[in-house]
């Protein structure tokens, strides 16, 4: 038995959840941080978890989450059909013309008489859905099946968090909404990068995205996709509901109630005021963050509506104008392999050009060598092309019954490629587990120099402070830096070279040689990072430069040695030991410690020579405040090989204590730790 607190506060944590919900899905701005939040949940989970009964009230957000697999999804007649609207597809203004002038002609309209009001809304690109709300409660979903008869997925529904599972201010014994769960196109492109991580089929589009997540039997794989709905109508009402008099006020009077409505919609008036909607939303159509296909025109008075009536399953007064197709039918020409930014080596089907989605489109990706043998794209084949929005084109899947006969064999990189980058020749890899091919020319590959310099600049790297993205590019397309070391080769980065470049004026000329001077006083650990090796990031770097202590001990590790470093592991090691296994970049580290060209410089001015650092395995602790920032007295330490940690423990060699050490402090002496108070820890970094 649920005593009657217990059922108050449960009563009162699905309100407020579902409250916050609907802030943060809906409306896109929570009004409670994600601590509170969690907060709420865990305490309704909690009460549930004690009172499993509360479980079943329809309005509880625990259960999103989806429940056991169907065998099969039962069916259910619609109580009022759910209607498909006429194509239009005549994309131009024309379209809209036909549309307005056929309902002119209906209603029995004079050209004398005023134009129509039509409410336009964008045709969403989905699966149609009809939500039972009882009593304002979420009650039964289905799909549109044949129109008349549709499934019940009242379980997948539920795990879409846009759609809400109370209706604020609505206890209307039935009211049916209906609209779209359509799939946003980020969304769409997140899930199928992590699927093409983990080497796992991909959706073809988000529509199937959409329309597969919701047919899918078991809710707790359709809670793993991530869908978004908007609603568009009604279906059945109950007495109860004061009925607005427009399609536009009824959706106002849905939004209202916390149903998603899309605000991309507008009042407009006869068959002109069709046109410019149409025209503006084709306009933004690729900033617009899901696929449409076309706009919908409404007449907006629902009397109207009911005079017009409709005709074989199509009403009258309504009408979808088409854009052009986002998919498209080609030929693939050839199938190149282009370098990006990180050395991953990613196959483009070279294409028949073809219109889609607005552009001419000739070049597609086939994203990584599994997806093209999954795809089983073969040079010759007949490909579906796809682009929407701002998103790279791609090839999604071939058209088998036009294969020919004097077909390409199918798609081997590493055979492509002989096992060498394209760009600069050097060896490709893919590890395991891996998805990617790469080329392991690093710095040396003309195609990631620029990406690599980017890094080495940066801020947490060598901080080099205004070599950003457009400089880089005109030093790379100018030649006069290739690598990371030309930007130390006087002789090439100097107040003549820099003149010759667009925008650049004497002022910033000196700045950037300047910044790129002041960058030669570095830390190890800094440079390791500015390398830009894959899987070596800051903490990696840190961990490299204290256990090595110099540059030369970490080029003389094998991979075995370099797995000894914690935190570094056998895909680590392997990646170092590529990276100082390519010539090209051991040129690089060479010419960026070469004195004549005036080498970089440790702390201790010991240039790259850096023998085993003085602090090299001894563990710090910084408690209480110092002279000096403590960001930069834990770079010191680092640069001179020590560890700096968070908290005292056996392990812990010096707790530097400043003014106010508190409980550190106390902990070090009972552990009986060396502590140095400011004065001592400078003497200490000086003599180093
Ligand atoms: S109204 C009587 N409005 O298009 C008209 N439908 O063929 C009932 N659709 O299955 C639908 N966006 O899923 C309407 N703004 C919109 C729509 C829309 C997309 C879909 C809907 C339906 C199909 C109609």
Redesign the pocket.
């Known amino acids: 038995m649920v005593s009657n607190e217990v059922f108050r506060r449960a009563a009162q944590l699905r309100n407020q959840i579902n409250k916050h919900d609907y802030h943060y899905y809906v409306l896109d701005a929570p009004i409670i941080p994600d601590a509170e939040y969690d907060k709420l949940f865990r305490e309704l989970l909690a009460l549930e978890d004690q009172h499993p009964e509360l479980r079943e009230f329809h309005d509880s957000p625990t259960q999103r989450v989806g429940g056991k697999p169907l065998d099969a999804f039962p069916q259910v007649a619609h109580d009022e059909p759910m209607?498909?609207?006429r194509t239009e597809t005549d994309i131009s203004d024309q379209g809209a013309i036909a549309f307005d002038t056929r309902v002119r002609k209906a209603l029995g309209l004079r050209d004398s008489d005023a134009p129509v009001e039509y409410a336009c809304?964008?045709?969403?690109d989905g699966l149609?859905i009809n939500l039972r709300y009882k009593q304002g409660k979420l009650w039964m979903a289905s799909t549109?099946g044949d129109g008349t008869v549709g499934e019940v997925v009242t379980e997948n529904i539920r795990t879409i968090h846009q759609i809400p599972l109370v209706l604020v201010d609505c206890e209307v014994p039935v009211l049916d909404v209906r609209g779209?769960v359509y799939m946003r196109r980020d969304d769409f492109e997140k899930y199928n990068e992590r699927q093409r991580e983990r080497g796992l089929p991909t959706l073809v589009n988000p529509r199937n995205g959409a329309a597969g997540s919701i047919r899918q039997l078991d809710s707790k794989l359709a809670a793993q996709r991530p869908l978004s709905f908007f609603a568009?109508?009604i279906g059945k009402v109950d007495d109860g509901w004061n009925k607005p008099e427009t399609h536009s006020a009824m959706l106002d009077a849905l939004a209202a109630m916390s149903v998603p409505v899309c605000e991309e919609r507008a009042v407009v008036h006869g068959a002109q005021g069709l046109v410019e909607f149409h025209r503006r939303i084709a306009a933004k159509r690729d900033q617009l963050p899901f696929d449409i296909d076309g706009v919908?025109y409404k007449v907006n008075n629902l009397a109207w509506q009911k005079e017009l009536d409709f005709v074989s399953r199509e009403?009258r007064w309504?009408v979808?104008h088409k854009f052009p197709a986002e998919e498209q039918l080609t030929v693939v020409r050839d199938i190149d392999i282009q370098v990006g930014r990180t050395g991953k080596l990613t196959p483009v089907a070279k294409l028949e050009p073809v219109f889609v989605g607005g552009t001419t489109v000739s070049n597609a990706t086939l994203h990584n060598e599994d997806e093209t043998r999954r795809k089983d794209v073969r040079v010759g084949d007949t490909v579906i092309v796809r682009r929407a929005g701002d998103v790279i084109p791609e090839v999604v899947g071939v058209v088998l019954e036009k294969r020919p006969a004097q077909v390409g064999e199918s798609f081997d990189l590493f055979k492509r490629l002989h096992g060498k980058c394209p760009v600069c020749g050097s060896a490709i890899v893919r590890e395991e587990g891996e998805v990617n091919w790469r080329c392991t020319g690093g710095l040396f590959c003309p195609a990631q120099r620029k990406q690599a310099l980017l890094h080495f600049a940066s801020r947490r790297a060598m901080d080099i402070e205004g070599l950003g993205d457009k400089l880089v590019e005109q030093l790379v397309d100018s030649g006069i830096v290739e690598t990371p070391a030309d930007l130390y080769d006087k002789h090439k980065l100097n107040l003549q070279t820099l003149a010759n470049l667009e925008r650049m004026g004497e002022k910033s000329a000196q700045n950037l040689l300047q910044a790129i001077e002041h960058s030669r006083q570095t830390t190890l650990a800094r440079f390791i990072y500015a390398l830009g090796i894959r899987n070596v990031g800051e903490a990696t770097a840190k961990d490299l430069a204290q256990h090595f202590g110099s540059l030369d001990n970490l080029l003389a590790a094998n991979e075995e040695r370099l797995q000894q470093v914690p935190d570094v592991g056998p895909i680590v090691a392997q990646s170092i030991a590529a990276f100082f296994g390519e010539r090209h970049n051991l040129d690089v580290i060479e010419k960026l410690r070469d004195k004549e060209r005036g080498q970089l410089r440790w702390p201790e001015h010991a240039g790259l020579k850096v023998q085993v650092l003085p602090f090299s395995g001894k563990t710090f602790v910084l408690t209480g405040t110092l002279s000096m920032p403590r960001e930069e007295a834990k770079e010191r330490l680092e640069a001179l090989g020590a560890k700096v940690s968070g908290s005292v423990s056996k392990k812990t060699d010096y707790v530097v204590a400043g003014a106010e050490a508190g409980s550190k402090l106390d902990k070090a002496r009972e552990l009986g730790v060396t502590v140095l108070d400011e004065q001592q820890f400078l003497t200490l970094l000086g003599s180093a």
């Open positions: 209607l498909s609207i809304e964008l045709k969403f149609a549109r779209e568009y109508g919908v009403p309504a979808a």
